[in-house]
């Protein structure tokens, strides 16, 4: 047996030529894919004479993936045993799990579910081989002639979107025989691959749902089912998912924002776009006066701007030419028509607004502007529409119409480091007030084949960014090439309560807009010169901030963002007013407190304000009103006795104050 030279993780060894990475990789049980010479392949690949070979475990991303796409390429596999005659859709992994779509007789149910489950456990338990056959577009469309869908993929071989990559994506057309025992191809698939070795290699997997979905996305496509599953390195990373996903299920702030009275989304108003009740008025009030009062701290100077506005403003900042599709269309104004209907005077085309800069533009260029008068800062509570498609639509996190806690900042070139360093701790600190504690940043930086500005600003204005990233003591991540064409930014990732994350607020530096608006100030030499413009939007929007705490506090918020801060419950009617009075008492301290005075028995009152998640209970009964005091019972069932009333409102006072959990 002659041998070769490879390289294997990084280490040059000599090997006999008929080695595989299977082989090679045989003690390593981690080890399920692998990439040669950079690419993701097959285990079973035959290796040459100067291959570079690296192992991939099976929890590495591209390990998941392969994972998770293999699982999938299974389940086809047992649904067309137990539903024979059902045709194969497309079947690529996706965040955590993966999917195929099918075309059966009839739409699943979950006992099919079930039975498609166990048939694809006596798969895995078989231990079938993925064997990868390069075959020609001719051949292929003879051998899945009963397959249209996998057909048509074929005819649009290499054109075609990331998801139908999976299938068709690869340098040569290839199908996946799945070998028994006996080396016999068993079931086959069109599948660019790689897969797992064998199908024994699926450690822990759980078929999720079942939901309609047309076939490549396109309503003007037949609706075929698609299953959803999930696949894991091992049976306790699976039951770890599957209580994330029923703790998220739990918190789901859509969920919360009906039981606790929050917000709704009216039919009659339009998908996306939400109106708050009181309840859920409170705590955005209580968010946006402090966002509110931390800014006045900062500087800021607060500006209004109009919803809408004529077409003219977005074709001046470029709205129109990259953002239109992002935008509700417009509206004529203003057309005057004949009496036969034609046109006498064309109307004016305006549009709401999706974004706030380019009246704070306007703003700052309402007058001339000096360098002392930099940096300006200037913020607005700025309610925009974004015409989101309503498939990503998702309560009140992802809408259509929402409200941006915006700014942007203009300052001179001298004065960006400085400003983007104090920027990113103000922005940071006041997420660490509203509860949030675990976060890391991204450095978005530039696309060289798409941008705008002089290659010395990026330069500079990236290095500042990565300077004020650096400072913070965080972990940051490099986003190469991931800026906008305008300019480079820093997002803050935040960590939730269950370890989900959020991209909360960003930092963006602009070199477009001064430019396409001219915005000028006089330097201290006299001459004209352009400001940065740094656009900072700290919550993302208040909604959506408002669903990421909701979510994150489960509902039990804080008593200082609590709709409701105080519940008072007397032990027996007779004490009711008595508890009346402490309300009072607390009322005119800025408390807000309520008493249950309804004709429910205490006990269930006590339950209802748990279902409300309100952070103070108060009760009271004979031994309280004897010693002019009340007890506090705390959302977790903890009581603590015997408080005199100027000391409970005190304490309620300074935890509100604080801002602290209880
Ligand atoms: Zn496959
Ligand atoms: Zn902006």
Same mark, same amino acid.
Not at 244 to 267: I, N, T, Y
Not at 490 to 511: E, L, P, Y
């Given at each position: 047996?002659?041998?070769i030279?490879?390289?294997?993780d ?5 090997v ?33 004479e ?6 991939i475990?099976i929890?590495?991303?591209?390990g998941?993936a392969v ?6 390429h299974?389940?086809?596999q ?7 005659g059902t045709?194969?859709?497309?079947g ?12 059966p ?13 166990s ?7 078989d231990g079938q ?14 051998e899945l002639a009963?397959?249209p ?6 005819g ?22 799945n ?6 191809a ?8 790689p897969?797992?070795p ?14 309609a ?5 396109s309503?003007?496509?037949?609706m ?13 990373e ?6 994330l996903?029923?703790e ?8 919360l ?10 039919e ?9 009740h009181?309840?859920?008025?409170i705590?955005?009030r ?10 006045e701290?900062e500087?800021y100077?607060?500006?209004?701007s109009?919803?809408?506005?004529k077409a003219?403003?977005?074709q ?9 599709e ?8 203003d057309?005057?028509l ?5 046109v006498k005077?064309?109307g004016q085309?305006?549009y709401?607004?999706?974004m ?10 309402s007058?001339q502007r000096?360098?002392?008068? #930099?940096? /300006?800062r &200037?913020? !607005?509570? @700025?309610?925009?529409?974004r015409?989101?498609k309503?498939? $990503?639509?998702?309560g ?7 409200t941006?806690?915006?700014?942007h900042?203009y ?10 360093d104090?920027?990113l701790?103000?922005?940071?600190n006041?997420l660490?007030?509203y509860?949030?504690?675990d ?6 930086t530039?696309?060289p ?17 990565r ?5 913070q003591? #965080?972990? /940051?991540? &490099?986003? !190469?090439? @991931? ?5 480079p930014?820093?997002? $803050? ?15 963006q530096?602009?070199f477009q807009?001064?430019?396409?608006f001219?915005l000028e100030?006089?330097?201290?030499d ?7 413009m ?10 959506r901030?408002?669903?990421?705490l909701?979510e ?7 008593p ?6 105080v519940?008072a ?15 009072k008492?607390m009322k005119s ?9 309804s004709?429910?028995?205490m ?10 998640k ?7 009964g004979?031994?309280d009103?004897k ?9 977790n ?22 801002r602290?959990?209880?």
């Amino acid at each position: 047996m002659s041998t070769i030279s490879i390289t294997v993780d990084g280490a040059a060894r000599t090997v006999e030529s008929d080695q595989r990475p299977t082989h090679i990789y045989a003690e390593a049980k981690e080890i399920v894919v692998c990439k040669i010479n950079g690419v993701l392949k097959d285990l079973w690949t035959d290796l040459v004479e100067g291959d570079s070979l690296e192992g991939i475990s099976i929890s590495s991303p591209d390990g998941l993936a392969v994972l998770r796409h293999s699982t999938a390429h299974v389940m086809a596999q047992a649904v067309q045993q137990v539903f024979p005659g059902t045709r194969l859709g497309i079947g690529p992994p996706i965040t955590d799990g993966f999917y195929y779509d099918f075309d059966p007789a009839n739409p699943f149910n979950p006992d099919d579910l079930e039975k498609i489950e166990s048939a694809m456990r006596k798969i895995v338990k078989d231990g079938q081989r993925f064997k990868r056959r390069v075959t020609n577009e001719a051949d292929a469309l003879k051998e899945l002639a009963s397959e249209p869908y996998k057909c048509e993929l074929i005819g649009i071989k290499g054109g075609g979107t990331d998801e139908t990559n999976v299938e068709v994506g690869g340098a040569e057309l290839t199908i996946y025989d799945n070998l028994g025992r006996d080396g016999q191809a068993i079931w086959s698939d069109l599948c660019r691959g790689p897969h797992l070795p064998s199908t024994k290699h699926i450690p822990a997997f759980k078929l999720m749902r079942s939901a309609a979905a047309y076939w490549r996305g396109s309503e003007k496509n037949p609706m075929l089912q698609r299953i959803y599953g999930t696949a894991w390195p091992s049976q306790d990373e699976l039951n770890g998912y599957l209580e994330l996903l029923a703790e998220a299920e739990k918190r789901d702030h859509r969920r919360l924002g009906q039981e606790l009275d929050l917000f709704s989304f009216p039919e009659e108003i339009g998908s996306g776009l939400a109106v708050f009740h009181p309840k859920g008025g409170i705590v955005r009030r209580a968010m946006e006066d402090y966002s509110r009062k931390r800014h006045e701290e900062e500087n800021y100077e607060f500006v209004y701007s109009p919803h809408l506005t004529k077409a003219a403003l977005f074709q001046k900042s470029g709205h129109l030419d990259w953002y239109s599709e992002g935008m509700y269309p417009p509206m004529i104004m203003d057309e005057e028509l004949h009496a036969d209907g034609t046109v006498k005077r064309a109307g004016q085309q305006y549009y709401m607004k999706p974004m706030n800069c380019p009246f704070h533009n306007l703003i700052f260029q309402s007058r001339q502007r000096s360098y002392r008068e #930099l940096p /300006l800062r &200037l913020f !607005e509570f @700025g309610t925009v529409y974004r015409y989101e498609k309503s498939g $990503v639509l998702h309560g009140i996190t992802r809408a259509r119409g929402f409200t941006q806690d915006d700014a942007h900042i203009y300052c001179t070139k001298e004065q960006m480091p400085g400003e983007l360093d104090s920027l990113l701790t103000f922005v940071l600190n006041l997420l660490r007030d509203y509860g949030l504690e675990d976060f890391y940043l991204e450095l978005s930086t530039r696309n060289p084949e798409k941008s705008v500005g002089e290659d010395a600003d990026w330069v500079e204005a990236t290095e500042a960014l990565r300077k004020a990233a650096l400072a913070q003591n #965080l972990e /940051l991540v &490099l986003d !190469e090439g @991931g800026a906008a064409f305008y300019g480079p930014k820093i997002s $803050v990732q935040a960590k939730d309560a269950i370890g989900r994350t959020w991209q909360m607020s960003t930092i963006q530096v602009d070199f477009q807009l001064p430019q396409r608006f001219e915005l000028e100030f006089s330097a201290s030499d006299g001459s004209r010169q352009r400001p940065v413009m740094i656009h900072r939007a700290l919550f993302g929007s208040i909604e959506r901030f408002f669903g990421v705490l909701t979510e994150h506090y489960s509902g039990a918020f804080p008593p200082w963002l609590a709709p409701v801060q105080v519940m008072a419950i007397p032990v027996a009617d007779t004490f009711s007013d008595y508890l009346s009075d402490v309300v009072k008492q607390m009322k005119s301290a800025g408390i807000r407190a309520e008493l249950d005075d309804s004709d429910d028995r205490m006990q269930k009152k006590v339950r209802n304000a748990q279902m409300q998640k309100i952070p103070f209970m108060i009760i009271a009964g004979e031994e309280d009103v004897k010693a002019g005091a009340v007890s506090f019972r705390y959302r977790n069932g903890d009581q603590k006795n015997g408080i005199p009333i100027a000391d409970a409102i005190a304490e309620i006072k300074k935890t509100v104050a604080d801002r602290l959990q209880v």
